[in-house]
């Protein structure tokens, strides 16, 4: 059977009887299990796949199936899907089972994607590159001797290497948009609160956004549509409406505006042929009639740190749920309360959430809270409004991805601030809660992937993903 790359096809296959959804799972199945050794995949619902996979194939000749019959999707084990396991990719939930789907898993159910397994990912979200995860790492299968990047890697490698075709991750820092990068994949960070974060495990919750990786610019918009709006169980999402992300995708393009940071291309650490790569593209979008300037971002080597400052603070508060009472692992024989709360978390957690941990209750405490966690909060607001600026002369701001490509298993895993470059460029988006992609645009000279980012203004995925189809095509 053929790989498909994109739901469009599938669905013309349906429609015609070339193929059925219970064909589809079979041949996904059959390669889940020929790519075990990549680790993407934690859990496989085979059975459950199937018996969905009758279900729509019957509706399809019926004529009554929802937009995404044919969508085969694994979800990152942070997101909530009733009765299945749900772990963080952490010890510390091992044996919990999700009471209730969360909203974006629930409306994909309910537009008849099939759900077919859980994807690893860096433990609660924390990393970039898929080694901190209680289940091992995950290779990249461009090249097995190198990282997908994080925390969504078991996602980026379950689509890069067709284990289904779309997948569901977070992203709180660049956690969808790194890894997508690092794999030949898009990867798109929605604006902050266009999708409900209920049943979305919480990291940093005021950067916490739910993403969607695809090799289709298409596919990304289909099911943005379907999981996007307001939600009764999340009081902070938008009730701005959804547009039909997938018709605006289809539209010609107009000459647009593009504004590329100076700082992010000058950054010491950024590989030459990354930054080759950039250039030449704002080279031929300038050829074809579009206004490409450079700008000044003077504040762009404090975005990290104040990333990091706020996430490991709202870690810190989120992750005290986890005591060893309510939910998943507990130390094992009778001990005192307090101490059953102590080892619980020292045995549960692994090392660099417990970094983030006490990182972020550092910047909380009350003696350091105005010198960290306050200022960090003010530099915040000024990056927001200055990146804001910005996009009342540009349509979009493009940057690379990431600094570098893929790197290898433990290369960085002794060195904390060098897997914290890894995020040099994805942060800004971040910080701001505007909308991002990362697009499989080049490769380099060993042919590993190298991501370009778009970032557009709040709302305005339908432009973001239209101009991501058109400079896709372009170059
Ligand atoms: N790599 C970043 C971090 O470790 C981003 C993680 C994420 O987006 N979840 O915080």
Redesign the pocket.
């Known amino acids: 059977m053929k790989t498909y790359s994109s739901l469009n096809l599938i669905q013309q296959d349906l429609k015609d009887g070339s193929v059925t959804c219970s064909q589809l799972v079979e041949h996904y199945l059959s390669t889940i299990e020929s790519k075990k050794h990549l680790n993407a995949l934690v859990e496989v619902y085979a059975d459950e796949a199937k018996t969905k996979a009758i279900e729509i194939d019957l509706k399809i000749s019926k004529g009554n199936a929802g937009p995404l019959a044919g969508m085969v999707v694994t979800l990152k084990d942070v997101l909530s899907h009733k009765d299945h396991s749900l772990q963080g990719s952490s010890k510390i939930l091992k044996g919990f089972k999700a009471q209730y789907s969360g909203t974006a898993v629930e409306r994909l159910i309910k537009a008849d994607a099939i759900i077919i397994g859980r994807t690893n990912c860096?433990e609660f979200?924390?990393?970039?590159s898929n080694e901190n995860s209680s289940f091992g790492n995950v290779l990249n299968d461009v090249d097995n001797t190198r990282v997908p990047g994080?925390?969504?890697g078991g996602s980026a490698v379950a689509v890069q290497a067709n284990l289904c075709l779309a997948s569901l991750g977070?992203?709180?820092?660049?956690?969808?948009r790194?890894p997508a990068s690092f794999c030949g994949i898009a990867g798109l960070k929605p604006t902050y609160s266009r999708i409900s974060r209920h049943g979305l495990i919480a990291?940093g919750s005021s950067f916490d956004c739910i993403g969607i990786f695809a090799k289709e610019v298409d596919d990304i918009a289909i099911v943005l549509e379907v999981i996007a709006g307001c939600d009764e169980f999340d009081s902070t999402v938008s009730k701005i409406n959804v547009p039909s992300y997938h018709k605006s995708a289809n539209e010609s393009h107009p000459k647009v505006k593009i504004g590329y940071i100076k700082e992010t291309l000058e950054s010491e650490g950024l590989n030459e042929e990354i930054k080759q790569s950039i250039l030449d593209q704002l080279k031929s979008l300038k050829e074809e009639g579009h206004k490409v300037e450079e700008v000044d971002f003077p504040l762009l080597e404090y975005i990290l740190p104040t990333?990091?400052i706020l996430?490991t603070a709202e870690a810190s508060s989120n992750l005290s749920r986890y005591d060893g009472v309510k939910y998943g692992f507990r130390t094992s024989g009778p001990v005192p309360l307090e101490q059953m709360y102590k080892k619980t978390r020292t045995e549960g957690f692994g090392e660099e959430v417990k970094r983030r941990i006490m990182l972020g209750t550092f910047v909380l405490s009350a003696s350091y809270y105005d010198a960290y966690y306050n200022k960090a909060q003010k530099v915040r607001r000024l990056i927001r409004e200055n990146t804001k600026k910005l996009f009342s002369k540009y349509d979009f701001l493009i940057t690379p991805t990431s600094p570098t490509t893929a790197f290898k298993l433990g290369e960085h895993s002794t060195d904390p601030l060098a897997m914290?470059l890894?995020?040099l460029y994805?942060v800004q988006a971040?910080v701001c809660g505007l909308p991002a992609i990362s697009l499989p645009i080049d490769h380099d000279q060993n042919g590993l992937p190298i991501g370009t980012q778009v970032i557009a203004n709040d709302f305005e995925e339908g432009k973001l993903l239209a101009f991501s189809k058109y400079l896709m095509k372009l170059v």
């Open positions: 860096d979200g924390m990393g970039s994080g925390s969504s977070s992203d709180t820092g660049g956690s969808v790194q990291y990333y990091y996430t914290y890894a995020d994805t971040s």
